[in-house]
């Protein structure tokens, strides 16, 4: 059987080049290599395609010297050859398709690997070749993926120029330095130089989505819900609400709601309120305010006035200097000092700590919510305080935040990095902390307690949602062009930028349900206009026409020497 097997395998003895037509062939014809009458048969039918064939006839004649040919030997052999061949083939692709990302020195490495390895494999020499295609397949994987990460994000970089080139006019001069960027990475983007641009892209992004928090920031607080209330502050100075009556308010900059009353800041300094906690006619020269079941406002001169529920001792500010921000949870007040250390009362009967901040430094924002206080630093950690039954407090490995958010319940607490990216520690019983995926994210908004939502702004003005979807709050992916968000119960609502409102879920107050998608022109006030509105009540101060500045002539019926209108004040 040695010497037939030998004559119609020395047939073969010339052939050149590969083996991949003889294994089609073989498959073609349904052969098993069950014989080697079998095998013969069907390198003698087909002398043509054998004599293109070299180093594997020798390789047989040693097997079947050997004494060692067998049905699964050959099979297995064939076996190897094909799947070698396949990641050859796999690898030649590969290189063609990153071709031009690749250094010279590179692909001649690889089409040399692949042309060795067609003009010279053999049994003996399979393993050798699979190890080294194998590596060069890991290697072109890794870098495709690369590729496609980097592709990703300039991208992302690509979309977020457009939306600040859109938004915000003051920067076009700024963003054609990333523009470039993009453009030159796109045309001369290789394999060595991927790093590099990943670093320039990262860092642009970060620069980018910074820009965009700051745009959106003035939006945020112009559309609130909390509780019982859904309040927008509206672009002329009025604001609609449902919940509470505030068709009166006029010249208001600023909102903010408590579970049974809202606040509205005036232009002039002055605070207005309806519903519990409304002590506020005598402030003056209020800068900031803040709601929950009282109500704090931040003066000027960086001292702080507070009224309304005292249980805890939560109004007990007065003795307060040098504050530039305030935030209010359940029962306590939380003021952060310009040297960066933090001041707090309250909690005196629900105490869970909330109000251990006196050995903070170097913080440069607040959030408080429910019996929780979070603290960020100026080198981007955080640290946190209060209730911790949840885990709400584990923020110590935190690295690299911006923002930090959390609600009224606290139960959860989320924070923001520089790229984007989203951390989330505390209640997880909804998912509301799974965040891990989140891109290009630029504002939060949490819903803590048995309802568990947190909500991600992203820098295209599209929106992501996680957590308990009972009611559809979390049925957010068709937004657009959305500039604000806010989360409460089963709704969540987004501030589109054109000032209209769009919802998600839906918002039983006093079992009965209401919408504010009717609500048009929600937005902040525009600065000119606040200017104006101050100009106006320091005119009427010195007794001067509010309209113009000027004069007043006349008797009984006193009218403005400039514009001619009438005293009206």
Request: charge should be neutral; charged fraction near 25%; include cysteine.
């Amino acid at each position: 059987m040695s010497e037939i097997a030998k004559k119609y395998i020395n047939k073969a003895i010339h052939i050149y080049d590969r083996i991949p037509d003889l294994q089609r062939l073989a498959i073609q014809k349904s052969a098993s290599f069950g014989s080697l009458s079998n095998f013969s048969k069907i390198i003698e039918e087909n002398t043509e395609i054998i004599n293109e064939f070299k180093h594997i006839s020798d390789d047989i004649c040693q097997i079947i010297d050997s004494g060692n040919l067998n049905t699964s030997g050959i099979s297995t052999k064939f076996n190897q050859i094909q799947t070698v061949n396949q990641r050859a083939s796999q690898v030649k692709t590969k290189v063609n398709e990153t071709k031009r990302f690749l250094t010279n020195e590179q692909v001649t490495e690889y089409v040399k690997l692949i042309e060795d390895c067609f003009n010279n494999l053999t049994f003996s020499s399979i393993d050798k070749y699979e190890t080294k295609l194998v590596n060069a397949n890991r290697q072109l994987l890794d870098f495709i993926d690369q590729l496609k990460a980097v592709n990703d994000l300039a991208s992302r970089v690509k979309t977020n120029i457009g939306e600040i080139k859109r938004l915000i006019d003051k920067h076009q001069n700024e963003v054609a330095e990333f523009e470039k960027l993009i453009e030159d990475y796109f045309n001369n983007m290789s394999f060595v130089t991927l790093d590099n641009y990943k670093t320039e892209l990262e860092n642009a992004n970060k620069q980018l989505l910074k820009l965009l928090r700051e745009r959106i920031a003035k939006y945020q607080d112009c559309i609130v819900i909390e509780c019982n209330h859904i309040v927008g502050l509206k672009v002329d100075g009025t604001v609609v609400a449902i919940g509470k009556n505030t068709e009166s308010w006029q010249n208001i900059v600023a909102i903010s709601a408590g579970p049974h009353h809202i606040v509205g800041l005036k232009a002039d300094g002055t605070v207005v309120s309806v519903g519990g906690g409304r002590d506020t006619e005598n402030w003056r020269n209020i800068i900031a305010i803040s709601a929950y079941y009282h109500t704090v406002g931040l003066k000027a001169d960086g001292t702080v006035v507070a009224v309304g529920n005292n249980q805890d001792g939560q109004c007990e500010t007065g003795s307060w200097k040098d504050i530039i921000a305030i935030s209010t949870g359940n029962c306590h007040t939380v003021g952060l000092k310009a040297d960066g250390t933090v001041v707090a009362v309250g909690g005196r009967v629900n105490n869970y700590v909330q109000c251990k901040t006196g050995s903070w430094k170097d913080i440069i924002s607040i959030t408080t919510g429910g019996y929780l206080t979070v603290g960020l630093k100026a080198d981007g950690t955080v640290v946190a305080v209060g209730d911790n039954k949840n885990g709400q407090c584990n923020t110590r490995n935190w690295k690299d935040i911006v923002a930090i958010f959390t609600d009224s319940w606290a139960s959860h607490t989320v924070g923001l990095k520089s790229d984007g990216k989203v951390v989330a520690v505390g209640n997880n019983d909804y998912g509301q902390c799974k965040i891990e995926s989140w891109e290009d994210i630029v504002s939060i908004s949490t819903v803590g307690s048995v309802w568990g939502v947190t909500i991600g702004l992203k820098a295209d003005g599209t929106v992501v949602a996680v957590g308990k979807n009972e009611r559809g709050q979390c049925n957010t992916s068709s937004w657009r062009d959305i500039v604000a968000i806010s989360a409460d119960d089963n709704l969540t609502v987004g501030l589109k930028a054109n000032g209209t409102v769009v919802e998600a879920g839906s918002k039983y107050i006093y079992s009965e349900r209401y919408s504010a998608k009717s609500w048009r022109n929600i937005g902040p006030v525009p600065e000119e206009q606040v200017l104006k509105w101050k100009q106006s009540l320091q005119w009427q101060k010195e007794g001067l026409c509010r309209h113009c500045g000027g004069k007043f002539s006349g008797l009984f019926s006193k009218k403005c020497t400039v514009c001619n209108k009438p005293k009206d004040y």
